[in-house]
């Protein structure tokens, strides 16, 4: 296969792009709204009854969240100044590492400052569970939603470009691979259909052979001997192993499924 299943499925989920915040600005911005926040929970709602302890000594949960933040807030930072984009798995790495930091922050900020105690492990994951995970489950939507919302796509201009060749000089197809929705091998050609940019189907004829093809285009799926197709635009699998057939976005025809790749398909749309 070009693809396996498990690639297949990563191109659903973590490689897709997603928003990010770029200016400076803005992040301290969300950062300060955050701190507000929970300084807010902390001081008059006191969901862990900590009205006992004086209020300065309160906030000092919310700088070790902040300063946790911060941590993350120049990670990513780094992350897209090398990458130049932002993908739904690096957004993910995030809000891991902005749990992990906060949960030890807190932990470490409780035991040693609030009850004075020495620093030690046992206690961890009760605490975690029991104070950090509901702020987490609280507060990490309202956190996602303002980083999405003032969040901007940022993707490189050549990071979805493929050139595909075909035995002719002349025959030369450049496009962005997401918008192919299939290959045919036709003979002694290959049909290659994908859309345009202005949504507009259309298919160019490439004097190749299809395994020529499949090496160029990795990303698509081989679902029968004279096909390649793209499973972004994977729908619905149609009959059973004997006599199968794909549907495809954006796509009236179907699709021969032969039983020699009907398993793995079929388990992908699972």
């Known amino acids: 296969m070009a693809l396996t299943l498990g690639r297949a499925r990563n191109i659903y989920t973590l490689r897709k792009s997603y928003r990010y915040v770029k200016p400076w600005k803005t992040k301290l911005w969300i950062s300060l709204l955050f701190f507000m926040g929970i300084s807010f929970v902390l001081l008059f709602l006191e969901p862990f009854k900590t009205g006992e302890s004086p209020k300065m000594l309160i906030l000092g949960y919310c700088l070790c969240v902040l300063l946790a933040y911060s941590i993350v807030l120049v990670s990513e930072s780094l992350i897209f100044y090398f990458l130049k984009r932002w993908t739904l798995r690096d957004e993910s790495l995030m809000y891991i590492l902005f749990f992990l930091l906060s949960a030890l922050g807190v932990y470490w900020y409780d035991l040693v400052v609030i009850k004075e105690q020495t620093y030690y492990w046992s206690s961890l994951f009760s605490f975690t569970g029991r104070v950090t995970l509901p702020f987490a489950i609280l507060f990490l939507p309202v956190i996602g939603w303002l980083r999405h919302y003032y969040g901007s796509l940022y993707e490189l201009s050549e990071q979805y470009q493929v050139v595909i060749k075909g035995n002719v000089k002349s025959d030369v197809l450049e496009m962005d691979w997401r918008k192919i929705l299939y ?21 160019t004829l490439l004097r190749s052979t299809l395994s ?49 790749y009907y398993a793995g398909i079929k388990a992908l749309l699972n």
Do not use: M, W
């Not at 002694?188 to 507009?200: A, H, L, M, P």
């Not at 149609?238 to 032969?258: H, R, T, V, Y």
């Open 183 to 203: 290959a045919r091998s036709s003979d002694n050609y290959v049909i290659i259909k994908y859309i345009t940019e202005s949504e507009v189907l259309k298919e």
């Open 212 to 260: 020529q093809v499949e090496e160029q285009l990795p990303d698509l799926l081989k679902c029968h001997r004279s096909y390649l197709i793209n499973p972004l635009y994977l729908v619905a699998v149609e009959g059973n192993q004997k006599k199968a057939f794909l549907k495809l976005d954006k796509l009236e025809e179907e699709i021969p499924l032969s039983k020699t």
